[in-house]
Nanobody, 123 residues
Framework: QVQLVESGGGLVQAGASLRLSCAAS????????MGWFRQAPGKEREFVAA????????YYADSVKGRFTISRDNARNTRYLQMNSLKPEDTAIYYC????????????????WGQGSQVTVSS
């Protein structure tokens, strides 16, 4: 069993930065990937970024490459999503997730989810 608790969402203007945090507890040693997904009103949940459990590989959606950075702090068992140069189209509820399978991009392959954190970017 894995529990994920998110924090760090908010309202910012276009071009600003924001950092989301996701604290993990439980049997995280069984996980292969930790990732971030987002869901805007009326749209499907989409992949944002992921990091391998060992931290050796990171993956990003094309829409956020060069702007977002995913990282982990193993001492705190916490992962982060640093979001720079935010755009109005980044507005969504952001979810952190953990997967015990070999896929990092498909949300269906993630087993545990955080409660969601609202990010709103105004123009």
């Amino acid at each position: 069993q894995v529990q994920l608790v998110e924090s760090g969402g908010g309202l910012v203007q276009a071009g600003a930065s924001l950092r989301l945090s996701c604290a993990a507890s439980g049997r995280t040693f069984t996980m292969f990937y930790m990732g971030w997904f987002r869901q805007a009103p009326g749209k499907e949940r989409e992949f944002v970024a992921a990091i391998s459990w060992g931290g050796g590989s990171t993956y990003y959606a094309d829409s956020v490459k060069g702007r977002f950075t995913i990282s982990r702090d193993n001492a705190r068992n916490t992962r982060y999503l640093q979001m720079n140069s935010l755009k109005p189209e980044d507005t969504a509820i952001y979810y952190c997730a953990a997967s015990d399978s070999g896929s990092y991009k498909n949300y269906a392959n993630y087993d545990y989810w955080g409660q969601g954190s609202q990010v709103t970017v105004s123009s």
